[in-house]
T-cell receptor, first 114, second 115 residues
Framework: KAGVTQTPRYLIKTRGQQVTLSCSPI?????VSWYQQTPGQGLQFLFE???????NKGNFPGRFSGRQFSNSRSEMNVSTLELGDSALYLC?????????????FGPGTRLLVL | AQSVAQPEDQVNVAEGNPLTVKCTYS??????LFWYVQYPNRGLQFLLK??????LVKGSYGFEAEFNKSQTSFHLKKPSALVSDSALYFC?????????????FGSGTRLSIRP
């Protein structure tokens, strides 16, 4: 079956703009998690969604938000972009929340903020 | 507060030799421990986990990890390294005693296996 897909794969924005990233989970997976990967901060958990509800949120400012739709697809939004938001944003899906062993990751969206 | 440390940025091993990638953790409750691997251009993959039970956990691609409660460590090991094991490895921890706990990742260790 198809894996986790993320769109777009690459994105260039300027400071102050906003961006929306999309994640389509594996069919049948109802939980979606988002992570940020940067050279300086490493890999950090952003949010986890299940059945359209945010179950958990990492330590990120309110500029970072997300949502999940009834078909389990998820979007994350970053408003008022800063240079430090440049990162690889990874999405992962699993059948249920908290199941790291059944979690599959997408290829990521690489965001560059100029 | 929970934290995880990977003290080595890079580990270099000759093919066929055993490898160890180190990880230590700090968590207030029961530690749920994980290892992930990120191959170049292939995304992040789950390798193995420790929740409870045997201290030696076996995972994908011949990797295993040993949970040591007294030393708060969860080192990743493989008896015989392959060149294809070259990748970035992340250790992670979550407080299993809280359903609201967040997963925390280490800074990553780049493993390089030379032929």
């Amino acid at each position: 079956k198809a894996g986790v897909t993320q769109t777009p794969r690459y994105l260039i924005k300027t400071r102050g703009q906003q961006v929306t990233l999309s994640c389509s989970p594996i069919s049948g997976h109802r939980s979606v998690s988002w992570y940020q990967q940067t050279p300086g901060q490493g890999l950090q958990f952003l949010f986890e969604y299940f059945s359209e509800t945010q179950r958990n949120k990492g330590n990120f400012p309110g500029r970072f938000s997300g949502r999940q739709f009834s078909n389990s697809r998820s979007e994350m939004n970053v408003s008022t972009l800063e240079l430090g938001d440049s990162a690889l944003y990874l999405c992962a899906s699993s059948p249920f929340p908290g199941q790291q062993e059944t979690q599959y990751f997408g290829p990521g969206t690489r965001l560059l903020v100029l | 507060a929970q934290s995880v440390a990977q003290p080595e940025d890079q580990v270099n091993v000759a093919e066929g030799n055993p490898l160890t990638v180190k990880c230590t953790y700090s968590v207030s409750g029961n530690p749920y421990l994980f290892w992930y691997v990120q191959y170049p251009n292939r995304g992040l993959q789950f390798l193995l986990k420790y929740i409870t039970g045997d201290n030696l956990v076996k995972g994908s691609y011949g990797f295993e990890a040993e949970f040591n409660k007294s030393q708060t460590s969860f080192h990743l090991k493989k008896p015989s390294a392959l060149v294809s094991d070259s990748a970035l490895y992340f250790c992670a921890v979550r407080d299993g005693g809280s359903s609201a706990s967040k997963i925390i990742f280490g800074s990553g260790t780049r493993l390089s296996i030379r032929p």
